[in-house]
């Protein structure tokens, strides 16, 4: 369906919305890798209040996909069928401390910001978000990290919305988190979370950030189109050991590249599709298990429908 059939479905139910609604929004404007489909809908909701409504008001059968920045996205091109939530930095980018030692911050708030802001009131412990391209729902999302810290030790309670627009506060336990990963339900729509720091000099805060750009800047592609680490790390080794092992660094699969750079870095060379990256991305999942007999995990979220005619067998990276 179009996106305006959708919305012409839906008619008098979408009364009273505030925030902007469109259809057949291409999901290459929003992805790093830009390329993938389009969203039947995007929803870009004015504040909480107007996402419980949209979501009260939208029927459970429809599906409702959220994406944060689209750091860490793969849209394949037949697009992603009904409704794409992406919060917007007015409604869900407020940040404030909230004691000497915690902040709450919108959803949409870029990590950058909470790290800026972090430095700004003295507390330590989120310099790590300064390398990290997303927005803080999608941290708490895929549990976001680097050099050496997780989102996980930072979260005291998070904010979100379920399919039926029901508020809940996850306590950091109930986020189950893990490796790249939370279990909270999976319908669940971050909006806010408290996260706690430690009192820290700012000398000592502006150091351990501008040593996470440095590194970045020496290691990883940041200025090309890419979703980051494709693979998560296998235990006991790392994805771009094997990857390397198994010849795959600089591999190139239509416009779609293995970084020679940072070879776990997917990226595109400016006309790969989404189907050019999932097909390069199982080719090296297959090539890494002839050559290891590791079985890498996608780290990237792949979502959205194939474009007909186009299918991936996993693990054997060819065409179905
Ligand atoms: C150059 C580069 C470097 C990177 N380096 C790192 C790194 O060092 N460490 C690291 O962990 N990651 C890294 N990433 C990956 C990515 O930045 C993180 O995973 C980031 O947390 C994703 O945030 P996002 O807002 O872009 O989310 P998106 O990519 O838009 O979405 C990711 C997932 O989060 C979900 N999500 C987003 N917002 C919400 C919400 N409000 N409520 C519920 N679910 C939500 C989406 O449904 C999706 O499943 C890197 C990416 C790039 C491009």
């Known amino acids: 369906m179009s996106g305006a059939a959708l919305l012409q479905k839906l008619g008098s139910r979408l009364a009273g919305l505030r925030g902007r609604l469109t259809p057949d929004a291409g999901m290459d404007k929003i992805t790093w890798f830009r390329a993938g489909g389009q969203a039947e809908v995007l929803f870009q909701p004015q504040d909480e209040e107007d996402l419980a409504h949209f979501l009260r008001a939208v029927p459970e059968e429809i599906p409702v996909t959220v994406v944060g920045i689209g750091s860490n996205l793969l849209v394949r ?5 009904g409704f794409v939530v992406r919060l917007s930095a007015k409604g869900f980018g407020q940040v ?10 919108g959803a949409a708030i870029p990590d950058k910001r909470l790290a800026a802001f972090a430095l700004e009131m003295g507390i330590g412990g989120f310099h790590f978000y300064h390398g990290i391209p997303g927005g803080l729902g999608g941290a708490l999302r895929m549990n976001a990290g680097a050099n050496g810290v997780e989102t996980r030790e930072r979260v005291v309670e998070v904010r979100a919305l379920d399919r039926k627009g029901e508020l809940h506060t996850l306590s950091n336990a109930a986020m189950g988190y893990a490796y790249r990963k939370s279990s909270a339900p999976p ?21 351990a950030m501008d040593a996470v750009q440095q590194h970045r800047e020496t290691v990883q592609p940041i200025r090309e ?8 790390n296998p235990p006991g080794t790392s994805a771009w050991k094997e990857i390397d ?12 590249q293995m970084s020679p750079m940072h070879c776990n870095f997917m990226i595109n060379t400016g006309t790969a599709s989404g189907y050019d990256l999932e097909y ?4 090296v ?27 991936i067998d996993p693990f054997l990276g ?3």
């Not at 092992?245 to 779609?256: D, E």
């Not at 390069?280 to 080719?283: M, P, R, V």
């Not at 298990?289 to 005619?309: D, K």
């Open 96 to 105: 404030e401390a909230v004691s000497p030692t915690r902040i709450r911050a």
């Open 225 to 232: 189109k890419t979703g980051g680490s494709t693979f998560k």
């Open 280 to 283: 390069l991305g199982e080719t």
């Open 245 to 256: 092992k198994a010849g795959c660094r600089g591999l190139l699969i239509g416009g779609a």
């Open 285 to 311: 999942r297959a090539r890494v298990l002839e050559t290891s007999g590791i079985r890498l995990e996608w780290e990237i979220r792949r979502i959205g429908a194939f474009r007909s005619g186009h299918a």
């Open 187 to 207: 319908d669940l729509i971050f909006t806010s979370a408290v996260m706690e720091g430690y009192a820290q000099d700012a000398e000592a805060i502006r150091a």
């Open 318 to 320: 060819r065409l179905l």
């Open 77 to 81: 091109d037949g697009g992603i069928a």
